[in-house]
């Protein structure tokens, strides 16, 4: 069956061009990867009958795959399968497709295909919660590559998902958020979807409702970039995930990982502890994919408070370059401070050589521009995917600047100051950048995010030791004059981390 599918849908690729369907989130899994995603589940509800949801459907290879699968293991299973999809485009497509299952096998598939906005047409009250209306439509089974779409804060679908959305939704997590809602006790789904939501405030009220009414079973990731959808070059990381809708924690997460996703035989398997995976006040959920990654999430793990309850705090740098022309400027002169970039952290220092911008200078005129001389740990927020660091700082030391009380600091770098903006102490500075600049710290970050942006917001939400030992790593950082990696690891573990 899936053969006839995948003929057609080529078919439909080749006749419609990419920025058509780009414009409606729609990208269509690769065979391998709808096989595998049929795989994940658990048949243990289909020796009778059974419900499947596909929303999003395209030309319905996950349905078809996942057909496929129960039927080759139980041939009498009888099959109610409802597809959603808006596009008129591939709806004929859609149409022949399951015409075409279904006279394979014409006793024990029936299908429904639901001409219309998978969102909006599971309830009527579009401003107050779809996530709690009365009798929903209820599935045994739901697999789905939903549509990636920013929609509006105010586009009805946002609007009728509340509990979910926060800041600019997307419409990948509104699926999957009304997916589990139209889950049975106990049953699980099968999702493709982009890495993004796993940390970040954008995504923790979607965190929240998913990992509280429900569970991740199953954890599948594409160690290279961009090729889940094979042919289809999407910019997104992507993931499957297998949740199950119930509220008991498994002990273990089933991680797996392939290269690519035409060979799903070069798999490896790692069963990480929930904990380790779903962490955190903000529900992180990390991606180990090695014991020894597992072994850093459970180091971080043995502190509990954070930069900011230590009194510390990651913040971002104040000066918008592009927005702040009149007040930037080429040389130093009277009333005119040096502006820091990215490009003057180097070797674990902050220096102000020239940074080969235009611009290195900042005027002394609006206090909101600038900020005071003093101890920071600063640090990039943009790295190369290619660069071997995620977190690449370095301690600024106002001595070193002695004839300015205040500087700039661009907002391409964070840097860490006291949260009540008084000055850290040179040991605490010391010992904020030995954390930073420990490879724990680093593989911690990539394990949480698989971007390369560095979040404070995200650093300021790690597990940190207590203020005073931070205090006694910079005091040993300062006795051994060493900044390098290796003997930041050495002190750190030392201290806070035997
Ligand atoms: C990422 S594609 C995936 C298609 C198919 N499931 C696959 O895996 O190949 C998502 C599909 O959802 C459809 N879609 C977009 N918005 C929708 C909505 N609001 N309701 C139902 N379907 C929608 C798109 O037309 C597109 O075909």
Not at 143 to 151: M, T
Not at 175 to 184: H, P
Not at 372 to 393: D, G, P, W
Request: glycine share 4%; hydrophobic share 35%; with cysteine.
């Amino acid at each position: 069956m899936l053969d006839h599918i995948i003929k057609q849908t080529t078919e439909f690729l080749e006749n419609m061009p990419k920025s058509k369907r780009k414009k409606k989130g729609q990208f269509f899994t690769s065979v391998e990867t709808a096989r595998f995603m049929a795989e994940m589940f658990e048949l243990n509800k289909c020796h009778d009958h059974v419900s499947i949801l596909d929303p999003g459907s395209g030309t319905g290879i996950l349905s078809v795959a996942f057909i496929e699968r129960i039927l080759s293991a139980y041939p009498e299973c009888v099959i109610s399968l409802t597809c959603y999809e808006t596009d008129p485009d591939v709806l004929p497509v859609l149409k022949s497709n399951l015409a075409y299952t279904k006279s394979q096998y014409p006793n024990q598939i029936n299908y429904c295909i639901a001409e219309e906005d998978y969102i909006l047409s599971q309830g009527n009250d579009f401003d107050g919660n779809l996530l709690a209306s009365e009798n929903p439509k209820k599935y045994d089974y739901i697999i789905a590559n939903p549509p990636y779409l920013r929609v509006m804060r105010d586009h009805p679908s946002a609007l009728a998902m509340p509990k979910v959305v926060h800041g600019a939704p997307n419409l990948y997590f509104l699926f999957a958020a009304m997916s589990l809602f139209n889950l049975e006790k106990n049953a699980e789904m099968v999702y493709i979807i982009p890495r993004s939501w796993t940390s970040g405030a954008y995504f923790k009220a979607f965190r929240e409702y998913l990992l509280t009414e429900g569970k991740i079973e199953q954890i599948h990731l594409f160690v290279s970039r961009d090729k889940v959808f094979n042919a289809e070059e999407v910019l997104q990381e992507t993931m499957i995930i297998k949740i199950r809708r119930t509220e008991c924690k498994p002990k273990e997460v089933l991680i797996t990982s392939s290269n690519s996703c035409n060979d799903f035989a070069d798999i490896t398997k790692l069963r990480a502890p929930y904990d380790s995976v779903v962490s955190g006040e903000d529900l992180y959920v990390y991606l180990p994919t090695s014991e020894e990654e597992i072994e850093v999430i459970k180091k971080i793990n043995t502190y509990h408070s954070t930069l900011p309850e230590e009194g510390l705090k990651m913040k971002t740098g104040i000066v918008v370059d592009f927005r702040q022309w009149d007040e930037l400027r080429k040389e130093p002169g009277d009333h005119i401070l040096p502006l820091f970039y990215s490009q003057h952290i180097r070797n674990g220092r902050v220096n102000h050589q020239p940074s080969g911008k235009e611009y290195d200078w900042i005027i002394d005129e609006k206090p909101g521009l600038i900020q005071k001389n003093k101890n920071y740990v600063f640090i990039k927020r943009f790295t190369a995917k290619e660069e071997r660091r995620r977190l690449q700082c370095g301690v600024y030391s106002p001595s070193d600047f002695k004839e300015y009380k205040f500087i700039g600091t661009q907002n391409k770098i964070n840097f860490v100051d006291r949260v009540d903006g008084s000055e850290m102490d040179a040991q605490t500075t010391y010992g904020v950048y030995a954390l930073l600049n420990s490879t724990l710290f680093d593989m911690y970050y990539r394990i949480l995010n698989g971007s390369t942006q560095v979040n404070s917001t995200e650093i300021n939400n790690i597990p940190v030791p207590p203020a005073y030992m931070i205090k006694k790593i910079g005091e040993q950082i300062l006795v051994t004059d060493d900044l390098s990696t290796d003997n930041c690891d050495r002190i750190i573990s030392e201290v806070a981390y035997a």
